[in-house]
């Protein structure tokens, strides 16, 4: 196929950080994820960019917060209101750019 991300040799471009730095940043692996994700394979979803997995469920979650107060004409608070978030979220991306670039087992299990 034309445009399968994990296909290796497509026409679709590498990651900048990749190409240029050799490591993965937080996001490497987002494309091929939602690729495999949108044709049914949850497990290679997950092997790809599992951080991202998960952000698309949190995104999932907040646009219907978003629709269903939109709908009843009065907000609906999802996890983009929590006081938290960005506490939670940012150290969360910089623990997953550590982790998957360790050069040792687990952790080169998630070098994608």
Do not use: E
Request: hydrophobic share 50%; glycine share 10%.
């Amino acid at each position: 196929m034309l445009a399968d991300p994990t296909t290796p040799g497509g026409w679709l471009p590498t990651c900048p950080t990749k190409a240029v730095a050799g490591i993965c940043c937080p996001g490497c692996g987002g494309l091929r994820m939602l690729y495999s994700l949108l044709h049914g394979d949850i497990g290679a979803a997950v092997r790809y960019n599992a951080v991202s997995f998960v952000f698309i469920g949190l995104f999932a979650w907040a646009v219907a917060a978003w629709t269903v107060g939109r709908v009843r004409g009065r907000h609906v608070r999802s996890w983009l209101q929590w006081k938290y978030a960005p506490h939670v979220v940012i150290p969360l991306l910089i623990l997953w750019f550590v982790i998957r670039n360790l050069p040792f087992a687990p952790f080169t299990a998630l070098y994608v």
